[in-house]
């Protein structure tokens, strides 16, 4: 399935997928898809009346509605970085031998083709297009990487926002340069691992005004997301509906000689195979 919600920011309606311009409303079924959701065996639940439902034509045109972020706001946005073999060479760091782990402040989540706002005081915002895994039950301990398969409830398109002077300037807080207002637009649909062929070869690129940045493939991450799951249930429980940034490939702003940032009146355009597509415009400081 490819689950989406609709509707103004505040006000989404639980939806699925059922083709290029068409989706079917389960705000009758579902609250939201959010922990309860996830946590209570929703998306088994839900399978058989989406397949009913599309059997009958109960389907509606997505036209120009808004799409926002395919999950309610989770309790945790957790991110790995410099997780792709071909980023960490163009900083100039050596690949990691364990994953490194930082946080987003979870009301940084915005939908796919919502603005980005450039926070006050800005000189160096950044873009990272990433693969977001998206957590289907409570997990903490698992016992072997294989068991994180059955912990991930589907894959999502997001864009790690990142304020490169914030996150390596001020302390050497990552997290401070993560957690600006709208700076982790995801979607536009979140998708079941059923429906992705191999989450270990998808490719994925990120243009900024047109012109291409970032272009890589999953195959090039140096933890993959089982590895990823399994390693953070170590350290901590993670929740129904959580979200965890996996890290980007090559081509941010950061790696460019000489480095180049956004400003407003930039158009991001990005994706990755089997997850969609997104474009967010840039707009200045409140």
């Not at 997505?62 to 799409?67: A, C, N, S, T, V």
């Amino acid at each position: 399935m490819q689950l989406l919600r609709i509707g103004a920011a505040g006000a989404e309606k639980p939806a699925v997928r059922a083709g290029e311009n068409a989706y079917v409303d389960v705000s009758d079924l579902v609250t939201d898809f959010d922990e309860e959701f996830f946590g209570s065996g929703g998306l088994d639940r839900l399978a058989g009346p989406v397949a009913e439902r599309i059997a009958a034509g109960r389907t509606q045109t997505l036209g120009d509605q808004r799409i926002g972020a395919p999950i309610a706001r989770p309790h945790q946005i957790l991110c790995i970085g410099l997780n792709y073999s071909d980023h960490a060479a163009e900083t100039g760091q050596a690949p990691p031998a364990e994953p490194i782990l930082f946080t987003k402040s979870p009301n940084t989540l915005v939908g796919p083709n919502d603005d980005v706002r450039i926070p006050r005081g800005s000189t160096k915002t950044d873009w990272e297009v990433e693969l977001g895994i998206v957590i289907g039950r409570r997990t903490s301990y698992l016992d072997s990487v294989d068991q994180a398969r059955d912990a991930i409830a589907g894959y999502v398109l997001v864009n790690d926002v990142s304020e490169r002077a914030f996150q390596t300037e001020r302390g050497g807080q990552w997290t401070k340069g993560k957690s600006a207002e709208t700076f982790n637009p995801a979607g536009p649909w979140l998708v079941t691992p059923d429906e992705i062929p191999d989450v270990n070869d998808l490719g994925m690129w990120l243009d900024v005004n047109g012109e291409r940045r970032q272009t890589g493939n999953t195959r090039t991450m140096i933890f993959d997301p089982y590895v990823i799951v399994h390693y953070l249930s170590q350290f901590l429980v993670l929740e129904p509906g959580d979200l965890i940034n996996t890290g980007t490939p090559p081509g941010v702003g950061l790696g460019m000689k000489p480095p180049v940032y956004l400003k407003a009146g930039d158009v991001m355009t990005l994706g990755i195979e089997h997850l969609g597509d997104a474009r967010q415009q840039v707009v200045g400081p409140r």
